[in-house]
T-cell receptor, first 112, second 115 residues
Framework: QQQVKQSPQSLIVQKGGISIINCAYE??????FPWYQQFPGKGPALLIA?????SEKKEGRFTISFNKSAKQFSLHIMDSQPGDSATYFCAASRAGNTPLVFGKGTRLSVIA | GAGVSQSPSNKVTEKGKDVELRCDPI?????LYWYRQRLGQGLEFLIY????????KSGLPSDRFSAERTGESVSTLTIQRTQQEDSAVYLCASSLVAGAKTEAFFGQGTRLTVV
């Protein structure tokens, strides 16, 4: 059973556009929702994270929107740039240093 | 070093051989995780070490997989009698126990190819 479902699998966005990636989860015990960015040949790196006590968190061009009742959260990348082309993973974990459960990833391509 | 270090970066092995992958976490990080990433797939949890607690081995796919950690430092992941389906990138991550913060820092991974 996949605990975190991510969509779309791939995404092509024009430079300057908005990239939107969605995730849904089932386990209501999850209380930490990070997004990781991975470039080819590199390990994933934390991009932005949110806890369920807020509905939105913004860091620069990156925003997480969180809907606790729907058990969904999404990543918005504003003014998308070619350098944003990477694979993005949503994840979730329970309280404490418990292992992250990852979505299957979204390959984003930003074209000029 | 400043980050999580994994070695080797690449490993090609023959089917049936044993392999050992190494992870050096960030100094002071008490939590250490191993994940497997198959080509084009997400990260699959394998095992988790937290301080001196018993490791969470719930993600290990078979008894051919095992891992050890020396105190709060180096960890090794061992795969015995490797099979072609073991081919993947094996990622190690570490995190600092600091209240509710659970940011995990990943190494660059070991790409394992079983031929």
């Amino acid at each position: 059973q996949q605990q975190v479902k991510q969509s779309p699998q791939s995404l092509i966005v024009q430079k300057g556009g908005i990239s939107i990636i969605n995730c849904a989860y089932e386990n209501t015990a999850f209380d930490y929702f990070p997004w990781y960015q991975q470039f080819p040949g590199k390990g994933p790196a934390l991009l932005i994270a949110i806890r369920p006590d807020v509905s939105e968190k913004k860091e620069g061009r990156f925003t997480i929107s969180f809907n606790k009742s729907a058990k969904q959260f999404s990543l918005h990348i504003m003014d998308s740039q070619p350098g944003d082309s990477a694979t993005y993973f949503c994840a979730a974990s329970r309280a404490g240093n418990t292992p992250l459960v990852f979505g299957k990833g979204t390959r984003l391509s930003v074209i000029a | 070093g400043a980050g999580v270090s994994q070695s080797p970066s690449n490993k090609v092995t023959e089917k049936g051989k044993d392999v050992e992958l190494r992870c050096d976490p960030i100094s002071g990080h008490t939590a250490l995780y191993w994940y497997r990433q198959r080509l084009g797939q997400g990260l699959e949890f394998l095992i988790y070490f937290q301080g001196n607690s018993a490791p969470d081995k719930s993600g290990l796919p078979s008894d051919r997989f095992s891992a050890e950690r020396t105190g709060e430092s180096v960890s090794t992941l061992t795969i015995q009698r490797t099979q072609q389906e073991d081919s993947a990138v094996y990622l190690c991550a570490s995190s600092l126990v600091a209240g509710a913060k659970t940011e995990a820092f990943f190494g660059q991974g070991t790409r394992l190819t079983v031929v």
